[in-house]
Nanobody, 118 residues
């Protein structure tokens, strides 16, 4: 059974840091591109970051560049998102997701809530 489980969210103040983690089970993440996607209250899904299978190529939405860092540990089957200099506009439910290269996302986690107060 494929599962993605996120953790690490919380309530922080503007300027603080958080580290989100996502652990995969029932599959080997090394075969998959992995993503972080967020959904702010009352808004649609927003792609945040991608990382390729080897972890040597990363991509970010402009609004988080220089503040967020995505990484993966294929040996531990985990995906992380280090978030620094958090802003109130980063408040959202953060999901991790997977896809095969050039394919659509086929599994999502349940999400972890990040709330940044001003």
């Amino acid at each position: 059974q494929v599962q993605l489980v996120e953790s690490g969210g919380g309530l922080v103040q503007s300027g603080d840091s958080l580290r989100l983690s996502c652990i995969g089970s029932g599959f080997t993440i090394s075969s998959y591109w992995m993503y972080w996607v967020r959904q702010a209250p009352g808004k649609g899904l927003e792609w945040v970051s991608s990382i390729n299978t080897g972890g040597d190529r990363t991509y970010y939405i402009d609004s988080v560049k220089g503040r967020f860092t995505v990484s993966r540990d294929n040996a531990k089957n985990t995906l992380d998102l280090q978030m620094n200099s958090l802003k109130p506009e980063d408040t959202a439910l953060y999901y991790c997701a997977r896809s095969l290269r050039w394919s659509s996302v086929d599994y999502w986690g349940q999400g972890t809530q990040v709330t940044v107060s001003s």
